[in-house]
């Protein structure tokens, strides 16, 4: 069963702060965040194992709560740039053969 | 910079040929995917691969088959195309890991099935 990612769709202007979930209704071993622009692939953001560490780089961050089997998305200050579709992706068992379960997806429009 | 190559950005066939997509990676990553995208579904998978000659049945494998026979190169085929087929194919691969590696993916297959 895909996670659920909330919400579908956002617009944003440039310098507002957006947050993405996705919850699972199993329990989680990690989450896989990606961004996907208009006709090109997706591209690998950050991973959260299980432990419920919150990562980041630049203004974008993530939390994983694996006891409420969600996680988060943080876009903070967003900038033209971070328009786009984002996935997050999960995984119940950290068997080791990185097979995960996308979201639907949640796109993410920011204007000028 | 890992790299994954699609064989054709886009590709337009008929009810009931026989199709194939190729995907080849230069980073000697050991899993490769299948996944399609549809508006509204995301990404959903097809079959996996986590050696060569090893596959596994992902959400959505009916009326899909693969194959590897090298390392590098996972192919996805349509056995008999039908027009719900008609889809954005994405390949993707990565290392094998305990759930911490991340994949890369390919710039996608854009196939119409007439």
């Known amino acids: 069963q895909q996670p659920v990612q909330s919400p579908q769709a956002v617009i944003l202007r440039e310098g507002e702060d957006a947050v993405i979930n996705c919850s699972s209704s199993?329990?989680?071993?990690?989450v896989h965040w990606y961004r996907q622009k208009h006709g090109e692939a997706p591209v690998f953001l950050m991973i959260?194992?299980?432990?419920?560490e919150q990562k980041g780089h630049d203004k974008i961050s993530a939390s994983f709560n694996e006891k409420k089997q969600q996680s988060s998305l943080y876009l903070t200050a967003s900038q033209l740039s971070y328009s786009g579709t984002y996935f997050c992706g999960t995984d119940p068992g950290g068997f080791g053969n990185e097979k995960l379960t996308f979201g639907t997806g949640t796109r993410l429009t920011i204007i000028p | 910079d890992v790299k994954v190559t699609q064989s054709s950005r886009y590709l337009v066939k008929r009810t009931g040929e026989k199709v194939f997509l190729e995907c080849v990676q230069d980073?000697?990553?050991?899993?490769m995917f299948w996944y399609r995208q549809d508006p509204g579904l995301g990404l959903r998978l097809i079959y996996f691969?986590?050696?060569?000659?090893?596959?596994e049945k992902g959400d959505i494998p009916e009326g899909y088959s693969v194959s590897r026979e090298k390392k590098e190169r996972f192919s996805l085929i349509l056995e008999s195309a039908s027009t719900n087929q008609t889809s954005m194919y994405l390949c993707?691969?990565?290392?094998?890991?305990?759930?911490?590696?991340?994949?890369?993916f390919g710039d996608g297959t854009r196939l119409s099935i007439l």
């Open positions: 980073m000697d990553h050991e899993n």
């Open positions: 199993k329990a989680l071993y990690s």
């Open positions: 959260l194992l299980k432990g419920g």
């Open positions: 691969s986590y050696d060569v000659k090893m596959k």
């Open positions: 993707a691969s990565s290392f094998a890991g305990r759930s911490n590696q991340p994949q890369h």
